[in-house]
């Protein structure tokens, strides 16, 4: 029997991941489908988005989408994260983008084992400490180098700034009650984990399965994002504290949404936690642009290799 409407692309006619829009941010409009065509309408007019050269839809604020584009958007194999004002936020997302599971499948087996788990979290710390060998570090060792990077990098902050820093100290549940830098300092760096969180899903990675953090289901969100913080999120909110704005937490968020505004720190995450999960393998392997395009089902089997679906693999019929 035929289904109504446009049928859905076959997968030799949808772009590989690398060839299409990595992520693409709308807001403030209504998003539609028009045959293979996704629309925006906002009061400036009426955009057309081809939905197979999308990787990943960031819905911002002001925006609604109809139950039809989102079929087409899943047809051609993108995701849809919500998000916050340029993505500053995470909220929730729809299917990943990656159609292999290989990249969940090397966090599980890598935070499942102490020796590979080891070696993903000195890789971390490798890219915190360019210039020092990490290879036989403990965590321990590890933990105290980055306790001495950070506290440099908030004394120098404070000196270029003229805020005075004494040490982060801050209630979650009372942003209020802070003083002027601690409260821009989280609000910019809960910016960042939205960021990061909607890379992560879009990847087909977990949030949960961290290496140096761990028991909190956005452990692998801190993890990815302490990487960023000296760069971004900790200068942005020394220039907001040294400023005389009285509105610390909205001007922070927009201050973060501006320094992303390009997507580059996007289109990083996904290279850094494709290389952390795979190249630290004990035997990596080569690995293509293609790895998020990998449309296969296997079957596990105990000697440890992958054997064909689709196929019966029984001499003789079995009744179930």
């Avoid at 549940?173 to 003083?179: K, Q």
Wanted: contains cysteine; hydrophobic residues 40%; charged residues 25%.
């Amino acid at each position: 029997m035929n289904n109504p409407g446009v049928p859905p692309p076959q997968l030799p006619d949808l772009l590989r991941a690398q060839d299409r829009i990595s992520f693409l941010y709308l807001e403030r409009c209504v998003i539609h489908r028009d045959a293979n065509a996704i629309t925006a309408t906002d009061d400036k007019g009426i955009a057309h988005i081809l939905a197979a050269t999308i990787g990943v839809l960031l819905l911002g604020p002001g925006t609604s989408i109809t139950h039809q584009a989102m079929m087409l958007i899943a047809d051609n194999g993108a995701t849809t994260v919500w998000v916050g004002e340029r993505g500053v936020r995470y909220y929730a997302h729809g299917r990943s983008l990656a159609k292999s599971s290989r990249l969940l499948i090397a966090q599980a087996a890598a935070v499942s084992n102490r020796n590979r788990r080891l070696a993903v979290a000195r890789a971390m710390y490798r890219m915190r400490f360019p210039c020092e060998d990490t290879t036989t570090s403990t965590m321990q060792q590890l933990r105290g180098k980055e306790g001495a990077r950070v506290r440099r990098c908030y004394r120098q902050h404070s000196a270029r700034t003229g805020v005075a820093w004494n040490q982060r100290d801050y209630d979650p549940t009372n942003f209020a009650g802070g003083d002027r830098i601690n409260q821009a300092l989280s609000a910019a760096h809960a910016c960042l984990y939205g960021i990061v969180h909607a890379v992560i899903v879009a990847v087909g990675a977990s949030p949960g399965l961290g290496f140096v953090h761990t028991g909190h289901e956005r452990s692998f969100v801190y993890d990815i994002a302490d990487l960023y913080k000296a760069e971004i999120t900790i200068p942005v909110a020394f220039d907001i504290a040294a400023g005389e704005t009285a509105d610390i937490g909205p001007d922070t968020r927009r201050a973060i949404r501006d320094r992303v505004h390009d997507g580059a720190l996007l289109d990083r995450c996904v290279r850094d936690i494709r290389n952390l999960l795979i190249d630290t393998q004990p035997t990596p392997g080569p690995i293509d642009d293609d790895w998020l395009d990998a449309d296969e089902v296997n079957l596990w089997d105990d000697s440890g290799a992958e054997i064909p679906a689709r196929y019966n693999h029984g001499d003789q019929a079995v009744d179930f």
